[in-house]
Nanobody
Framework: QVQLVESGGGSVQAGGSLRLSCAASGYLYSSGYLAWFRQAPGKTREGVAAILTGGVNTYYADSVKGRFTISQDNANETLYLQMNSLKPEDTAMYYC??????????????????????????WGQGTQVTVSS
């Protein structure tokens, strides 16, 4: 049974930093994507950052490029999100997600979008990040 457990959220002032962690258990896949998503109240869920398993390729939403860094520690089965220069608009519930696929069947095969929340198979419960101005 796959379990993803996030930690590291909290309250911080604008300009501050936080590091989120996602501990993965039972996730034995060596392919696919690991990712962070977030959802603010009244807004749709958005992809923040993703990493191709193995750590070679990373993907970021434009809104966090240059400020957030995604990484994984294979030995500890942990995914991280280092968030610097935080802004009030970064306030949201942050979710860790994982999917062993790199493509999906939608009547035809297409590449799985690593920043699309509609495709990921496994999800954590979330950790709240609040940034005050």
């Amino acid at each position: 049974q796959v379990q993803l457990v996030e930690s590291g959220g909290g309250s911080v002032q604008a300009g501050g930093s936080l590091r989120l962690s996602c501990a993965a258990s039972g996730y034995l896949y060596s392919s696919g994507y690991l990712a962070w998503f977030r959802q603010a109240p009244g807004k749709t869920r958005e992809g923040v950052a993703a990493i191709l398993t193995g750590g070679v390729n990373t993907y970021y939403a434009d809104s966090v490029k240059g400020r957030f860094t995604i990484s994984q520690d294979n030995a500890n089965e942990t995914l991280y999100l280092q968030m610097n220069s935080l802004k009030p608009e970064d306030t949201a519930m942050y979710y860790c997600a994982a999917d062993p696929r790199t493509r999906e069947w939608v009547g035809t095969w297409r590449p799985l979008d690593p920043l699309s929340g509609t495709s990921f198979r496994y999800w954590g419960q979330g950790t709240q990040v609040t940034v005050s101005s």
